[in-house]
T-cell receptor, first 113, second 112 residues
Framework: EAGVTQSPTHLIKTRGQQATLRCSPI?????VYWYQQALGLGLQFLLW???????NRGNFPPRFSGRQFPNYSSELNVNALELEDSALYLC????????????FGPGTRLTVL | QKEVEQDPGPLSVPEGAIVSLNCTYS??????FMWYRQYSRKGPELLMY????GNKEDGRFTAQVDKSSKYISLFIRDSQPSDSATYLC????????????FGQGTTLQVKP
């Protein structure tokens, strides 16, 4: 069974640009979660989507947004990029809303210059 | 104060040693506790999760939760060089928010 996949692997942007990150959950999983793993800060919860709806968001500014498509894949958009947005962005999925078992993808490394 | 504290290490042990990894937390509402393993340049891999207090064993791994002390542990028996990774604890309360609170991770090196 294929795991969570994310694209691209690496993304380099300059300050002020927009970044789009993509995630495909494990087949059968309907919930998708986004986390930011910045150096020295650990994993920080960004967003939770389930059945196409945003269910919860973490303490991040509105320029972090996303959506979930009918096939349960998801997209994270970061507008007006700032240097401190440089981080590993991790997507996880779970079966329904049983989010004790969140399975992570390999991440997208975003570098903002 | 962070909600979840975890010693970043690094922790270096010889092959075959028993490893103890720990997290403390401040929020008494946390009820579900997870351990993840993260290899360099990879995403976290779920090892196991436990509910409330008690022990749970899976192969060489044992997770232990002491809610009275707000302290969780992961023990690795007969450690192998392939166990060298960063170990992250995570936890959540009973309400359905989708959010896991992670510790900073402990880097473990098992030397052959």
């Amino acid at each position: 069974e294929a795991g969570v996949t994310q694209s691209p692997t690496h993304l380099i942007k300059t300050r002020g640009q927009q970044a789009t990150l993509r995630c495909s959950p494990i087949s059968g999983h309907t919930s998708v979660y986004w986390y930011q793993q910045a150096l020295g800060l650990g994993l920080q919860f960004l967003l939770w989507y389930d059945e196409g709806e945003e269910r919860n968001r973490g303490n991040f500014p509105p320029r972090f947004s996303g959506r979930q498509f009918p096939n349960y894949s998801s997209e994270l958009n970061v507008n007006a990029l700032e240097l401190e947005d440089s981080a590993l962005y991790l997507c996880a999925s779970s079966f329904g809303q049983t989010y004790n078992e969140q399975f992570f993808g390999p991440g997208t490394r975003l570098t903002v210059l | 104060q962070k909600e979840v504290e975890q010693d970043p290490g690094p922790l270096s042990v010889p092959e075959g040693a028993i490893v103890s990894l720990n997290c403390t937390y401040s929020n008494s509402a946390f009820q579900y506790f997870m351990w993840y393993r993260q290899y360099s340049r990879k995403g976290p891999e779920l090892l196991m999760y436990t509910y409330s207090s008690g022990n749970k064993e899976d192969g060489r791994f044992t997770a232990q939760v002491d809610k009275s002390s707000k302290y969780i542990s992961l023990f690795i028996r007969d450690s192998q060089p392939s166990d060298s990774a960063t170990y992250l604890c995570a936890m959540r309360g009973s309400s359905n928010t989708g959010k896991l609170i992670f510790g900073q991770g402990t880097t473990l090196q098992v030397k052959p």
